[in-house]
């Protein structure tokens, strides 16, 4: 069974795969590979975390190893990745959102990177510049939570308890 990446209209018929994702002959090899790759990118840190962060997401999300669910989990990776590597903020906001409210531009990286795999020099330019960018606004929005709870808790007790009241 092919686990094809395809889009649908908006009654839910299927337009055709837009992307073929790993046979499910290669899939537990292709991960394999991947982790590896991965676990040894970030013990010997020959490339910016960042940097591995996001070519294992761009990979793992072409290999596709599961029928349902392979975004969702992508950005829980993403989180624990971040995490590993010692970006603590993360918890404190959502990526999630992030990518929700960009969801055009993360196809559309997503595809433009996964469609020069096939090529002996993949270009991960698109989905680079999606991933840093996503997570530069995900650390906007924290930086502008911060800064509304810094000028909540230097009002008036009085004035913070009727907005805790609303």
């Known amino acids: ?26 899939t537990p090899k292709d991960m394999a590979a991947l982790l590896t790759w991965t676990r040894m990118q970030l013990k010997e ?17 072409a290999i596709h190893p ?4 392979n975004g969702r989990l992508s950005r829980v990776l993403t989180n624990l990745l971040l995490l590993k590597t010692g970006y603590l903020y993360v918890p404190y906001s959502s990526l999630e ?17 996964q469609s020069s795999f096939k090529f002996e020099h993949p270009d991960y330019t698109p989905w680079l510049t999606f991933f840093l960018k996503t997570l530069d606004a995900q650390k906007e929005m924290l930086a502008r939570k911060i800064e509304r709870e810094n000028v909540f808790t230097k009002l008036p007790r009085l004035s913070r308890q009727v907005i805790k009241s609303n």
């Open 1 to 26: 069974m092919t686990n094809h990446v395809e889009a649908f209209d908006h009654n839910g018929k299927s337009l055709g795969v837009i992307f073929e994702t790993a046979s499910p002959f290669d």
């Open 66 to 69: 599961f029928q349902d669910g």
């Open 45 to 61: 840190k020959e490339l910016h975390p960042l940097l591995t962060i996001s070519v294992f997401i761009v990979h793992f999300l």
């Open 97 to 113: 959102s992030v990518i929700e409210k960009n969801k055009d531009n993360y196809y559309l990286a997503l595809r433009r990177t």
